[in-house]
C-alpha cells in the first residue's frame, strides 16, 4: 500500500487547515502523526474502517479525523491552529487496528506534508 499525503501549508494562528491522505489500497485503520523540530514524532489521531475515532490530548476538540472508504482516503480537519502545532504531518495506515496511538502499530507510512502556523 502506498500513501500520498497532501494539503500542508501556511497559515496564521487561529486558522484551519485540511489534510488528505490517499491509500493505494484498503486499509483497517488509518492514522496522523507529526513530528515538529527537534522533537520526535508523535500521536495525533487514528480512526477505524467504521469509522471510530481516538485522539491526542493536545488536538482533542479542534482536530477532526476522517475517512472515505470508497476512495481510501483520510482526512485531518485542523482548526483553531496554534503555532505549536507546526510540524512535518505524516500519515499511516495498518490492516489490524491495534496499537494505533503507536509507531508500531502501522504498516505502511507515506511521506509527511509541512504545516506551518504562524502567530
Known amino acids: 500500500v502506498q500513501l500520498q499525503a497532501y494539503g500542508g501549508g501556511l497559515v496564521q494562528a487561529g486558522g484551519s487547515l485540511r489534510l488528505s491522505c490517499a491509500a493505494s489500497?484498503?486499509?483497517?485503520?488509518m492514522g496522523w502523526f507529526r513530528q515538529a523540530p527537534g522533537k520526535e514524532r508523535e500521536f495525533v489521531a487514528a480512526?477505524?474502517?467504521?469509522?471510530?475515532?481516538f485522539y491526542a490530548d493536545s488536538v482533542k476538540g479542534r482536530f477532526t479525523i476522517s475517512r472515505d472508504n470508497a476512495k481510501n482516503t483520510v482526512y485531518l480537519q485542523m482548526n483553531s491552529l496554534k503555532p505549536e502545532d507546526t510540524a512535518v504531518y505524516s500519515c499511516?495506515?495498518?490492516?489490524?487496528?491495534?496499537?494505533?496511538?503507536?509507531?508500531?502499530?502501522?504498516?505502511?507510512w507515506g511521506q509527511g506534508t509541512l504545516v506551518t502556523v504562524s502567530s
Open positions: 499511516a495506515a495498518a490492516y489490524s487496528g491495534s496499537s494505533v496511538s503507536t509507531e508500531s502499530g502501522y504498516d505502511y
Open positions: 489500497g484498503r486499509t483497517f485503520s
Open positions: 480512526i477505524w474502517s467504521g469509522g471510530s475515532t
